[in-house]
């Protein structure tokens, strides 16, 4: 696959200038987390206008998406703070995966890097009590097979589903070049995948997600931040889905967002009036 690959792009993309790979906007994000990342506060909260609002929370303001809602806590407290009969069409969650890269890191460093999950303790997150009998799972996972093979076989049978598909996200360059090379198992890849998962009769009322399918975006210069799956997922999900997203960093309209860094990209500072 990796030679395939490499091909391809670089053949569609030969005359392409090189980036910097968003350095400026990558130092400033890494200045931004380092300000917010010691916020340990639990509070929630909702905009149930049809349009967007800003709202002044612990003497900072942030802009709030319309039809949104959302709690910043522990992803483990999130179903006492919801109605007990509260399930979601999809569920999109991208977790803090063991890596020990990032434990390297935070040895060196103590504010760098994030903390990290084991596979038993994301087994435990109440997913499967959340999500409608029809519901589909969206998890973000990387490119470790063990990490893989426990979502398969520990994960998803622990929330009372089952594996369906992965797709996979090609991270580009604005230029349209891979942000590094397709290479063999364990080094960096310039791909992420996307794991779904459903109860097992979820084929019967709607269509499940293909397998391997790609995604090709550039990558924000933001670390580990994901590109919303909103407009992808649309042909998979009922009309007007009731939407969840777990380990949240921003905000989408329509959704419910639930993590203990859930507002860092509202911020107002991060935007610029137009």
């Given at each position: 696959?990796?030679?395939?690959?490499?091909?391809?792009?670089?053949?569609?993309?030969?005359?392409?200038?090189?980036?910097?790979?968003?350095?400026?906007?990558?130092?400033?994000?890494?200045?931004?987390?380092?300000?917010?990342?010691?916020?340990?506060?639990?509070?929630?909260?909702?905009?149930?206008?049809?349009?967007?609002?800003?709202?002044?929370?612990?003497?900072?303001?942030?802009?709030?998406?319309?039809?949104?809602?959302?709690?910043?806590?522990?992803?483990?407290?999130?179903?006492?703070?919801?109605?007990?009969?509260?399930?979601?069409?999809?569920?999109?969650?991208?977790?803090?995966?063991?890596?020990?890269?990032?434990?390297?890191?935070?040895?060196?460093?103590?504010?760098?890097?994030?903390?990290?999950?084991?596979?038993?303790?994301?087994?435990?997150?109440?997913?499967?009590?959340?999500?409608?009998?029809?519901?589909?799972?969206?998890?973000?996972?990387?490119?470790?097979?063990?990490?893989?093979?426990?979502?398969?076989?520990?994960?998803?049978?622990s929330w009372g589903i089952s594996y369906l598909s992965s797709w996979f996200w090609v991270k580009v360059t604005r230029g349209g070049e891979t942000v590094c090379q397709f290479s063999q198992p364990s080094k960096k890849q310039p791909y992420e995948r996307i794991v779904f998962g459903s109860v097992a009769d979820r084929?019967?009322?709607?269509?499940?997600?293909?397998?391997?399918?790609?995604?090709?975006?550039?990558?924000?210069?933001?670390?580990?931040?994901?590109?919303?799956?909103?407009?992808?997922?649309?042909?998979?999900?009922?009309?007007?889905?009731?939407?969840?997203?777990?380990?949240?960093?921003?905000?989408?309209?329509?959704?419910?967002?639930?993590?203990?860094?859930?507002?860092?990209?509202?911020?107002?500072?991060?935007?610029?009036?137009?």
């Amino acid at each position: 696959m990796s030679d395939k690959m490499n091909n391809i792009f670089s053949n569609n993309f030969e005359s392409c200038e090189k980036e910097d790979n968003n350095l400026s906007a990558r130092l400033v994000s890494k200045s931004h987390f380092e300000t917010i990342g010691k916020n340990t506060s639990t509070f929630s909260g909702r905009n149930e206008n049809d349009f967007s609002i800003v709202v002044e929370i612990f003497n900072e303001k942030y802009l709030i998406p319309a039809k949104s809602k959302f709690y910043c806590c522990n992803v483990f407290d999130l179903r006492s703070k919801l109605h007990d009969d509260a399930k979601f069409d999809v569920i999109v969650l991208d977790p803090p995966w063991w890596n020990k890269y990032i434990r390297r890191k935070r040895k060196k460093v103590e504010k760098e890097g994030y903390k990290m999950m084991f596979n038993d303790d994301i087994s435990k997150i109440p997913v499967g009590d959340l999500l409608q009998n029809n519901g589909l799972v969206a998890m973000w996972c990387t490119n470790s097979a063990n990490h893989l093979k426990s979502v398969k076989e520990e994960i998803f049978p622990s929330w009372g589903i089952s594996y369906l598909s992965s797709w996979f996200w090609v991270k580009v360059t604005r230029g349209g070049e891979t942000v590094c090379q397709f290479s063999q198992p364990s080094k960096k890849q310039p791909y992420e995948r996307i794991v779904f998962g459903s109860v097992a009769d979820r084929h019967q009322s709607l269509p499940s997600p293909e397998d391997n399918k790609l995604i090709i975006s550039v990558p924000s210069a933001v670390h580990s931040h994901k590109p919303p799956l909103v407009d992808v997922l649309s042909n998979y999900l009922p009309v007007s889905p009731v939407c969840l997203e777990l380990f949240a960093r921003y905000l989408l309209p329509s959704w419910t967002s639930c993590g203990d860094q859930v507002l860092s990209l509202q911020s107002l500072n991060l935007y610029e009036a137009c």
